[in-house]
Nanobody, 124 residues
Framework: QVQLVESGGGLVQAGGSLRLSCAAS????????MGWFRQAPGKEREFVAA????????YYADSVKGRFTISGDGAKNTRYLQMNSLKPEDTAVYYC?????????????????WGQGTQVTVSS
């Protein structure tokens, strides 16, 4: 089993930046990719970005392309989401998740393990 713990959320003004971290522990060797999702109040959880465990492949939602960057530190089993040029519509609880699947990374149903989430609030 893999355990995930997110950190780095907070309150930031529009145009600002935040970096989220997702620390993985446990049976990480069985993980093929890690993803970031977000959920705003009253909305469904949506895909943000994903990265293969090796870091060689990344994938982004159109809404964050060019503003967010997903990366990884293999030695620390930690994955990051650097968020720049933040907008009020980026306000949500952000979750990291782990999957053993090689496809379908944009789908919540592809992920086996989820973190507890971290709140990101962008003020206008």
């Amino acid at each position: 089993q893999v355990q995930l713990v997110e950190s780095g959320g907070g309150l930031v003004q529009a145009g600002g930046s935040l970096r989220l971290s997702c620390a993985a522990s446990g049976r990480t060797f069985s993980t093929y990719a890690m993803g970031w999702f977000r959920q705003a109040p009253g909305k469904e959880r949506e895909f943000v970005a994903a990265i293969s465990w090796s870091g060689g492949t990344t994938y982004y939602a159109d809404s964050v392309k060019g503003r967010f960057t997903i990366s990884g530190d293999g030695a620390k089993n930690t994955r990051y989401l650097q968020m720049n040029s933040l907008k009020p519509e980026d306000t949500a609880v952000y979750y990291c998740a782990a999957t053993k699947r090689t496809t379908g990374w944009e789908l919540t149903t592809s992920y086996d393990t989820w973190g507890q989430g971290t709140q990101v609030t962008v003020s206008s």
